[in-house]
């Protein structure tokens, strides 16, 4: 596991982040997402120790690697794996041959690196492409491989700094599913960095906000995603509109969680209101074992005083600020 206490940074008078304090659990998933400058890529360089913090601490399986020195710091070092956005990888050397290195450097046997070379590029699902250059690898193995060298000296802790940021969604699937294999077969605690909302969705166990370098919010997902009045859980939401909305029609969010909530809910409340509801979009994800979804309907707006509370009554809510923030009422 991996714990940060009151974690400092600042570069001269500039506090890059302010007194951070998380713990991740071996075989968990944390997430931290925030704006650009937040602060996220200097917390992984933190965590890693590239770069000293300024205070605080940070102890992975008990050891405080703030307190090490250098040569000591080389070796506790191991203990954490990194994958970047653009996984670095060497173009000359082919999909092993990357995976090798950190072997290299260590001074393990020729052949107790192939070997090991060859468990990991099993492990993240490889095998044939062994000795493929990174320039004919898609993204999304580029990214695996990167994953697998981050893998190659058995670290507790995996450290991953937008690694799935600028991949398309089947590569994001792809890296996310490994991520999460992962964490459960090798019982790693992963840090998760990331601006994408909807990767958070998939990955997380926990999820905490950075913004201007503090963590603004944090929690267990499911936590936020059913708390209504977390800003974050709103965030997080799925949500995906499709249709069009019908002019003469507000728009409502509706989101839901509640494992009452009838199939036909949609049916009923029309029943309810006595007009048409239109279905514009909806998405529904199962987390932690609870449906949690939005949908986005249209209703005619002469029945806005209406819809709140029928709504209610099948366990579906609206909030007005999803209202009046993403979607407003069509004229
Ligand atoms: N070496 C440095 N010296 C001075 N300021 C720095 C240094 N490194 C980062 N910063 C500042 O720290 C802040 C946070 O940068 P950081 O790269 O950690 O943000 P980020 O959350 O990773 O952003 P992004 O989403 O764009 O990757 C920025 O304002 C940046 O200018
Ligand atoms: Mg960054």
Not at 160 to 173: K, Y
Not at 174 to 184: M, N, T
Request: aromatic letters at 4%.
């Amino acid at each position: 596991m991996i714990e940060v206490n009151d974690l400092t940074k600042a570069y001269g008078d500039t506090v890059v982040l302010d007194g951070l304090n998380f713990a991740v659990d071996s075989g968990e998933i944390f997430a931290v997402v925030g704006p650009s400058g937040a602060g996220k890529s200097t917390l992984a360089q933190c965590i890693n120790l590239l770069e000293r913090p300024t205070s605080g601490s940070v102890v992975v399986n008990g050891e405080d690697l703030t307190r090490l020195s250098y040569k000591q710091l080389r070796v506790a070092r191991r203990r954490i794996g990194t994958v970047f956005q653009s996984s670095s990888l060497l173009s000359r050397r082919t999909a092993a041959e990357n995976i090798a290195l950190p072997l290299e450097y260590l001074g393990v046997t020729k052949g107790e690196a192939e070997r090991r070379v060859r468990e990991l590029l099993d492990r993240v699902g490889l095998t044939d492409r062994a000795n493929a250059y990174p320039f004919q690898l898609s993204g999304g193995q580029r990214q695996r491989v990167g994953i697998a060298r981050a893998l190659a000296l058995r670290p507790s802790v995996l450290l991953s700094d937008e690694a799935t940021s600028g991949l398309d969604p089947q590569s994001t699937s792809s890296v996310v599913a490994l991520l999460r294999e992962l964490r459960d077969d090798l019982n790693l605690a992963i840090v998760f960095i990331t601006h994408e909302m909807n990767t958070v969705l998939e990955i997380a166990d926990s999820v905490a906000r950075l913004d201007r370098g503090s963590i603004v919010e944090s929690g267990r997902l499911v936590d936020l995603l059913t708390d209504h009045a977390s800003a974050l859980g709103r965030d997080l939401q799925p949500r995906r509109l499709d249709g069009d909305a019908k002019s003469g029609d507000a728009v409502w969010v509706v989101t839901y969680d509640s494992p009452d909530v009838p199939a036909d809910w949609i049916g009923r409340v029309a029943a309810d209101l006595g007009a048409p509801v239109s279905l514009l979009g909806a998405s529904v994800q199962v987390v932690g074992g609870v449906s949690i979804g939005s949908a986005t309907i249209g209703v005619a707006k002469d029945l806005s005083a209406h819809v709140p509370a029928t709504l209610a009554r099948y366990g579906l809510q609206t909030s007005s600020q999803h209202d009046a923030r993403t979607l407003g009422v069509v004229a």
